[in-house]
């Protein structure tokens, strides 16, 4: 039984006899809950905390049963401090989170959409009016040429030609603007 002593020195030579007498056994006890790489480990930290018991304190009856208690709980703290650390982003996971490329415009391109949202705007006010109101109906409003040629009053192949002239001088006026020639 390990009765906490009254002088450092018999507690001292009692926790070496516990050592030595129930070291190995909770080294195994310990590598089945935690590993072999950790037991060593815990193993140490339970005969540190088992020789900080108090000198007051009442007397053990089962000192075996004792140390394997406070070995369990370390276990257990072990376990728990490793399902936080688990929980946790590693310093890779921040970095792999931080380079997943951004889909938004930047300004550059924001500023480059803007200015050729002014040219094409500029193309379109130069068109004839009825080159201009077929190619709103069909590429901005989705109105099929069929229904564009009923609603200005000409034939399918009329607003077929509108459109596609439209197109080729909202081309070529970007084209030109965009290479300044």
């Known amino acids: 039984m390990l ?14 006899i516990l050592y030595r007498t129930h070291r ?7 590598g089945r809950k935690v590993g072999v790489h950790e037991a060593s480990d ?21 000192e075996r049963a004792f140390l394997f208690k406070v070995a369990a709980n370390l276990a257990i703290d072990h376990r ?3 399902a936080r650390r688990a929980r946790l ?23 480059k959409a803007r200015a050729d949202l002014r040219r ?7 068109l004839p009016p009825r080159r201009a109101t077929a190619f709103r109906l069909s590429r901005i409003e989705g109105m099929s040429h069929a229904a564009i040629a009923t609603h200005l009053g000409v034939s399918l192949r009329t607003v077929e030609s509108e459109v596609r002239m439209a197109l080729d001088h909202c081309a070529e006026r970007l084209r030109i603007d965009h290479h300044g020639r």
């Open 80 to 82: 728990r401090a490793e």
């Open 3 to 16: 009765r906490v002593s009254r002088t450092q020195s018999e507690q001292e030579s009692r926790l070496g």
């Open 42 to 62: 815990l193993a140490h930290e339970t005969f540190l905390r088992v020789a900080h018991v108090a000198l007051d304190d009442p007397p053990l009856q089962n």
């Open 120 to 126: 094409l705007t500029q193309a379109l006010s130069e």
């Open 89 to 111: 982003l590693s310093a890779e996971d921040i970095a792999a989170h931080l380079s997943v490329p951004d889909d938004a415009p930047g300004p550059d391109r924001d500023a």
């Open 24 to 30: 190995e056994a909770l080294l195994r006890f310990l």
